[in-house]
């Protein structure tokens, strides 16, 4: 008990060690595909899709490797799943251990529950930012064979640092739903419909005419200002930050003001 931050990823170690070589391995394959798309067969095929569609999926330049990773590998693949991870981890940070009566032990012990909290937000962090370096370090690695050349390591860094703040921004959702109900379920539903609904929000809203609506999703300040193009987008990064702490700062008040179910 000494120290939960440890023993939070050494219990979800094997979870953490699938995702990161997942995503990684993800990211680094379908990156590996450019080459073949830079030659123009994707390309033709792309060009069947309706402009609002390819608008959409942000496959407007896919001869550009800043454009084919935005719109593939950034862009749907890797979020896709370094979010699912999020999304779990946040589920099982406080109502996971409460629905399964290991939450009540763990506070018999000399140790409040906003340090408890904050020791699962910090497992969380560290699992995202863990995610975000290898997915980097494999862009890297494909980067010279891949023709990805023209996107410079801080680029890539740029994006790495979006992602790991996306994973943590939904992590944290996840945690705040499971603190302020104890229900695992709740929290899963909670953060999995708000990431279907905002990652619509950002791709569709222009073509409803609800342009406002990107301004409300993550996936718009993960993305939105293209990090592979133009580097780190400092206020967008801040704005998912400034998101991730006013979510934190609820799920501690609600989960010391709640009384547990286990």
Known sequence: MSNLLTKTLWDGRRALAGFTAGTALLAAMYAGFYPQVADGAMGQAVQGFSPALREALRMEDLSSAAGYLGSSVFGIIVPLVAVIFGITTGTRAIAGDE?????????????????????????????AILI???????????????????????????????????????????????????????????????????????????????????????????????????GFQWADLTILTATTAVLLTVAVAAFNRRDLTS
């Open 99 to 127: 629905e399964a009566g290991y939450l009540g032990l763990f506070l018999a012990h000399p140790i409040s529950r906003t340090r408890l909290l904050l020791h699962r937000f910090a497992a969380l962090t560290a699992g």
């Open 132 to 230: 975000a370096a290898v997915v980097l370090l494999a862009m890297l690695a494909v980067r010279p064979g891949a023709q990805l050349d023209s996107i410079t390591v801080g680029q890539f860094t740029a994006q790495s640092l979006a992602l790991a703040l996306l994973i943590i921004i939904f992590g944290t959702i996840a945690i705040t739903v499971g603190a302020a109900t104890g229900s695992r379920a709740a929290a899963l539903a909670a953060a999995a419909g708000i990431a279907v609904l905002t990652y619509a929000a950002s791709t569709l809203a222009t073509h409803i005419g609800a342009d406002v609506l990107r301004y409300v999703s993550p996936f718009h300040y993960y993305i939105g200002g293209e990090p592979l193009r133009n």
